[in-house]
């Protein structure tokens, strides 16, 4: 599989987001049409008033939605595209999964077109640490399954045999100075950064994990990249390093410029 095969689409959360905000829209009109009755005789300006309140209810929907897909056609860090990004982790993520299940669509695609999503408006944001200030996070299962050598809690134990992606990492991590460390799960992932306290995070994952790491970490700017499982989940992982390169080039200053 190539790593263009393999990319996340984050056209179909936005799909889905846009159906909701047409829900939405049907929902306020059926709420302003069915009392209309009833209102009306209390006082004939009542539909209106609560027709015009729906009106506008709709309207920030339509344009946070609009403004939304704005940033990320553009990549250019808009008007409130911090509330954007809380929005769609915080409120969005729950409703869209749940509308991916009414049309039968994959929990994963789901959350890959999410991550996708998520990682364009944090690269909107144009977020740059300094080295201290950054994290790799890795899942255990990158490290080969039969390896002698335990690196969770520490990575430098690594001997950079070359056999998995850890030596590379490993290896990225000390030229450009950056903290490096493997979470077994998510308390021990939430226990890295609360001690850390990192301003970016460079997470790896699958599509479970990650979710759930970024929207636990919000308002932490996160940028997850997928392993890649060819021998099942949890095990024997690879990691597109590409991937990684680029999003340290992206986010993270080289250490003579911090």
């Known amino acids: ?24 829209m049907v929902l306020a009109f059926l709420l302003w049409y069915i009392p209309t009755v009833g209102l009306g005789h209390i006082h004939p ?87 201290d200030k950054a994290l790799i996070l890795l899942p255990h299962c990158v490290q080969l399954f039969d390896c002698d050598i335990k690196i969770t809690g520490n990575v430098n134990k690594c001997i950079r045999c070359g056999r998995c992606n850890i030596s590379d990492l490993a290896e990225i ?17 939430r226990k890295i950064i609360v001690e850390k306290r990192p301003g970016f995070i460079l997470a790896v994952a699958c599509e479970r994990d990650l979710t759930s790491g970024i929207r636990d970490s919000y308002p932490l700017p996160v940028i997850g990249v997928l392993n890649h499982r060819p021998h099942g989940p949890c095990f024997n992982t690879h990691v597109i390093m590409d991937e990684v390169r680029q999003a340290l080039d992206a986010h993270v200053l080289p250490p003579d410029a911090a």
């Open 173 to 189: 991590a000390s030229e450009r100075g950056i903290d490096i460390a493997v979470a077994t799960g998510g308390t021990l992932a």
């Open 45 to 131: 300006w009542l539909p209106w008033l609560f027709g015009l309140l729906l009106a506008v209810v709709s309207l920030v929907v339509l344009g946070g939605l609009g403004l939304l897909v704005l940033t990320l056609v553009t990549g250019r860090d808009l008007f409130f595209s911090d509330r954007l990004r809380k929005v769609v982790i915080r409120t969005m993520f729950p409703a869209i999964i749940n509308l991916g299940k009414l049309f039968g669509i994959d929990r994963d695609t789901l959350q890959q077109s999410f991550i996708a999503l998520n990682n364009q408006l944090v690269r909107a944001k144009k977020v740059r640490v300094r080295p």
């Open 1 to 24: 599989m190539t790593n263009e095969e393999y990319q996340p689409r984050k056209r179909l959360f936005i799909l889905l987001m846009g159906v909701a905000g047409l829900a939405i």
